[in-house]
């Protein structure tokens, strides 16, 4: 088996069959599978991909087992020799998957390759990311890397600066599209599960980065993503748990004690943030 397309789905039932559409229109000439597993979506999604892609392995989940387990039921459902995460809400132009693989095949040390994502607008979104330090998460939370956003060092993590035209070694990029190789994944291990929704996959970049490997991004491949289909659903729910995510990252990543007052402070700085923001935007739309 050479690929095994992995989609965790919830209620986004429009999109994930046409991100299967796409995916069918261009199935590479060689063994592959794709593995959607619905975390008890109510609104037919299951059913649907049952009806219109009876070849696609569907794993109907009792209840919503979280973003990190569902794709770690895939990656143990799969077999190809790259495995490839993908979010339900995109679309895949042409030869995307051969070209992909390609780029990651011609690198030997890589774990893994992010591709240019690019809006229902036309623009290019900004998917790639450093590494939440507890400096880069501290300057972010007080707003150094808004005053100085071609700092390498203050703007570290959201990196304004980064060429998305270039091809280069990168952190992290989105897990939208994050294509594996197989013997990567069996040295760096499935998602920590402890990452229900978000920083799984910046938590695996990292693993990968200590166990020696790279992260490839690549504009050559250029994939349509509308973007947040399943977290708009539950919003509130989504900002607070991103930021229980970023705290258990920086727990688990940076546990010595000299680190805690840092990302503490930081934490705390953006919950404030955050919520003073959401009290702007209420004053406004009333």
């Excluded at 109907?60 to 809400?89: H, K, M, T, W």
């Excluded at 390498?152 to 190789?181: C, H, K, N």
């Excluded at 799984?200 to 020696?212: M, S």
Aim: aromatic share 10%; net charge neutral; with cysteine.
């Amino acid at each position: 088996m050479r690929l095994s397309i992995v989609i965790v789905n919830w209620n986004t039932r429009a999109y994930l069959l046409e991100a299967l559409e796409s995916i069918h229109a261009q199935m590479p000439d060689v063994g592959w599978e794709v593995i959607v597993v619905d975390n008890a979506s109510h609104d037919g999604s299951g059913a649907a991909v049952a009806d219109r892609y009876p070849g696609v392995h569907l794993i109907e989940n009792g209840d919503n087992a979280g973003y990190a387990r569902g794709n770690n039921q895939g990656i143990e459902r799969s077999s190809g020799e790259f495995v490839l995460l993908l979010n339900p809400d995109v679309v895949l132009p042409p030869s995307t998957l051969e070209r992909a693989m390609a780029i990651l095949s011609g690198a030997s040390n890589a774990a893994a390759l992010g591709v240019r994502l690019v809006g229902a607008d036309g623009v290019v979104q900004r998917s790639i990311r450093g590494f939440p330090t507890p400096l880069a998460v501290a300057c972010e939370a007080l707003g150094l890397s808004r005053l100085f956003p071609h700092s390498r060092l203050l703007a570290s993590y959201r990196m304004p600066w980064f060429d998305y035209d270039a091809p280069s070694e990168v952190d992290q990029p989105m897990g939208t599209f994050l294509l594996i190789r197989r013997a990567a994944l069996e040295s760096i291990g499935a998602l920590d599960e402890r990452f229900p929704i978000f920083f799984n996959e910046v938590d695996w970049c990292l693993r990968a980065r200590r166990k020696g490997f790279t992260i490839l991004y690549t504009p050559e491949v250029e994939i349509l993503h509308y973007g947040g289909a399943s977290t708009r659903q539950a919003a509130p729910a989504m900002a607070w748990e991103s930021r229980r995510g970023l705290l258990r990252f920086l727990r688990k990543h940076y546990p010595g004690p000299q680190y805690a007052p840092l990302y503490w402070v930081a934490v705390w700085t953006s919950w404030l943030y955050a919520g003073w923001t959401g009290i702007r935007r209420s004053r406004r739309s009333g």
